[in-house]
């Protein structure tokens, strides 16, 4: 069961990427809320200049969950990375986030989380759900979850925002019972 959840900013070493902190702000108290768990913005930046491909104009996931998986998060502790960089993984196009599934260790990326990058004005508020939503799936990977049938749950796979925004952002029962067993 998770104790304590920590959001670590992710960016180059430029600052791009960057997420804003007033975002961050928003989805711990979210997350404070939801899980009823301590949830802390980490003050410092993750440098991920190593994962990002500048061909592609990606970060590579896998390698990043590495690196925060190498921050020994005490137990029971979900260290998920935030940034607003396009992530992918090889075999993908881009992801929303991905998880170590049963690990300590998440990332979520606000990139194509936000109207704008559709050509539509601005929604923050829609930002914030998805980003809370990307936030409750991949840590239910980290608790051993894996994708859903439910279209409804949080836990079923996304490849648009649209998917994103039909899901619920809470589990579906048997996720929900699985989670708490995690």
């Not at 104790?3 to 960016?11: G, K, M």
């Not at 975002?23 to 913005?41: E, I, K, Q, T």
Request: with cysteine; net charge neutral.
């Amino acid at each position: 069961m998770i104790s304590a959840i920590h959001l670590v900013p992710l960016s180059l070493a430029s600052g791009e990427g960057l997420p804003p902190l007033s975002v961050l702000d928003r989805l711990s108290a979210a997350v404070a809320r939801s899980f009823a768990v301590s949830c802390r913005v980490e003050t410092q930046p993750m440098n991920i200049d190593y994962a990002f491909d500048g061909y592609r104009m990606q970060a590579w996931s896998t390698p990043i969950l590495a690196q925060l998986q190498q921050r020994k998060p005490p137990a029971n502790t979900v260290v998920l990375g935030v940034t607003a960089l396009d992530l992918y993984v090889p075999v993908l196009t881009f992801v929303f986030g991905e998880a170590q599934l049963a690990g300590p260790a998440a990332i979520v990326s606000t990139h194509r989380l936000r109207d704008e990058y559709y050509g539509l004005p601005p929604r923050e508020e829609a930002v914030s759900q998805r980003l809370f939503k990307e936030l409750l799936h991949e840590v239910g990977h980290t608790q051993g979850l894996r994708h859903c049938t439910d279209w409804r749950c949080v836990m079923s796979s996304a490849h648009s925002v649209e998917r994103i925004d039909i899901r619920q952002a809470a589990y579906c029962q048997p996720c929900a019972d699985a989670f708490s067993r995690g």
